[in-house]
């Protein structure tokens, strides 16, 4: 491959390393059914996934009948119980992801997650993924005082990872904002969890698919 521009590669997990909705889903459902709301479709769920646990379970309480602070609390002690339990049972990498992550390694870059998920429940499913071994860091919604859009996490994620030149690769506005704050360079995924058009996210990139990652990186 050709020879990149970055030490390190920080990627968002949901959305972007792995389709991880139906999971979130299947714990919104446990938790909706227990409340007594209705089901929400795979598809309202996405685009609630990005800015970590509480905003998505607020997010499904406003959209099933409204929410107040004990719902909310309930809600989410609901949620992580279930999902804890089942971070991988429908969740599955995108096509391509291991080449790339594979490909990226082997050009001597190392590779870091930066997620708004629970560093818990991130740590737990990329150990259930077989990926613990290649990423050099891991920083989670929870890591810090604060998460994403604000810039530390992803600070946070490429010192960790040994500092140098790098790259976030995202799904989101939410990441789009971070590496802004961060003055990190930015390459959005259009098979992910955006609320928006990915053109409108200012990225310094898109990619259709893992295949386009590594000369989209190579480019910039
Ligand atoms: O938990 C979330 O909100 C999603 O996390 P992400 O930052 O990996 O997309
Ligand atoms: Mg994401």
Request: aromatic letters at 6%.
């Amino acid at each position: 491959m050709p020879a990149l521009p970055f030490d390190i590669v920080v990627f968002d997990l949901d959305g972007t390393l792995a389709d991880t909705a139906p999971d979130l889903a299947g714990a919104l459902a446990h938790m909706l059914s227990r409340l007594g709301r209705p089901e929400l479709t795979l598809d309202a769920v996405r685009t609630m996934i990005g800015n970590g646990v509480r905003a998505l379970v607020r997010r499904a309480l406003r959209a099933t009948g409204g929410a107040d602070e004990i719902l909310e609390e309930e809600g989410h002690a609901l949620f992580l119980a279930h999902y804890g339990a089942h971070l991988c049972i429908g969740t599955k990498p995108y096509p391509g992801t291991e080449q790339a992550l594979d490909a990226l390694a082997e050009s001597g870059a190392a590779l870091a997650v930066c997620t708004n998920k629970p560093e818990a429940f991130a740590r737990a499913l990329i150990a259930q993924l077989g990926w613990e071994s290649r990423f050099a860091a891991i920083v989670g919604g929870d890591s810090l005082a604060a998460r994403k859009p604000d810039p530390a996490p992803l600070h946070e994620a490429i010192a960790r990872a040994g500092g140098g030149r790098a790259v976030l690769v995202g799904d989101s506005v939410t990441d789009a904002a971070t590496a802004r704050a961060a003055g990190v360079p930015f390459v959005v995924v259009r098979f992910g969890y955006s609320d928006r058009p990915v053109e409108d996210l200012g990225a310094d990139a898109v990619v259709d698919s893992f295949a386009g990652l590594t000369d989209a990186l190579a480019d910039l």
